[in-house]
T-cell receptor, first 114, second 112 residues
C-alpha cells in the first residue's frame, strides 16, 4: 500500500460547483498534513495545513479524520482559476517507520469549466 | 526577500554528460529536498537533507548525487548513470522535517 494515495482524476466540474478530494495515508502515527496546489508546469505551492479540528480559508475547507486515516479538501463555489492539481502531503513521523520526510501524493487534477 | 532559488530554469545537455542543478535558500531552513516530476506524474523524492553535511537517499536516488556543505545550498548532480534524466526537477526546503515545504521554481532538464 502506498504511503499516501489520491484519486488522480481529472475531476471536471462546472463553475460554481462544490468539489471534494480525499487523500488516504497508511501510517496511523502520521503527524503533519498539508494540501498543496500545483499549476501546469509550475512548482507546488502550499494551500493549507490540515489540523485535527479542521480549518477553513475562504472557499476552502480541510479536514483530518485520524480514525479512518484520510484528509479531505472541500472547494465551494469553484472558479475557473481553481483549475490545477491538488497534492496531499503527509509527514509520517521519524520514529514510526514511515521515514522522517514529507511524503507527497501523486495529486488530483481539477478542471473547472464554464 | 527570503526564498528558494533554482537555476537554471531550462537546461539542455548531451547524453552521457553529468550536469549539476543549483538550489539555494535564504530562509535559514534546516531541511532541503530534491524531487523529480515527469509529465502527468506526481513528485518522486530523489534525496533529502535534514542538516549540513548529512543527506539520505529518497525513492529514486540511483544516478543522482548531492552535497550539503552549506546550510543554504543543496546542489543535485545528474550523472550519466541516470537512464532517463529528462524531467522537471524541483528543490524544496522546510524549517524542519515536519513542517510545510517551500519550493523553488524548478529546472527543466532535457537530455538530447
Amino acid at each position: 500500500r502506498k504511503e499516501v494515495e489520491q484519486d488522480p482524476g481529472p475531476f471536471n466540474v462546472p463553475e460554481g460547483a462544490t468539489v471534494a478530494f480525499n487523500c488516504t495515508y497508511s501510517n496511523s502515527a502520521s503527524q503533519s498534513f498539508f494540501w498543496y496546489r500545483q499549476d501546469c508546469r509550475k512548482e507546488p505551492k502550499l494551500l493549507m495545513s490540515v489540523y485535527s479540528s479542521g480549518n477553513e480559508d475562504g472557499r476552502f475547507t480541510a479536514q483530518l479524520n485520524r480514525a479512518s486515516q484520510y484528509i479531505s479538501l472541500l472547494i465551494r463555489d469553484s472558479k475557473l482559476s481553481d483549475s490545477a492539481t491538488y497534492l496531499c502531503v503527509v509527514f509520517p513521523g521519524a520514529l514510526t517507520g514511515g521515514g522522517n520526510k514529507l511524503t507527497f501524493g501523486t495529486g488530483t487534477q481539477l478542471k473547472v469549466e464554464l | 526577500d527570503g526564498g528558494i532559488t533554482q537555476s537554471p530554469k531550462y537546461l539542455f545537455r548531451k547524453e552521457g554528460q553529468n550536469v549539476t542543478l543549483s538550489c539555494e535558500q535564504n530562509l535559514n531552513h534546516d531541511a532541503m529536498y530534491w524531487y523529480r516530476q515527469d509529465p502527468g506524474q506526481g513528485l518522486r523524492l530523489i534525496y533529502y537533507s535534514q542538516i549540513v553535511n548529512d543527506f539520505q537517499k529518497g525513492d529514486i536516488a540511483e544516478g543522482y548525487s548531492v552535497s550539503r556543505e552549506k546550510k543554504e545550498s543543496f546542489p543535485l548532480t545528474v550523472t550519466s548513470a541516470q537512464k532517463n534524466p529528462t524531467a522537471f526537477y524541483l528543490c524544496a526546503s522546510s524549517s524542519d522535517r515536519s513542517t510545510e515545504a517551500f519550493f523553488g521554481q524548478g529546472t527543466r532538464l532535457t537530455v538530447v
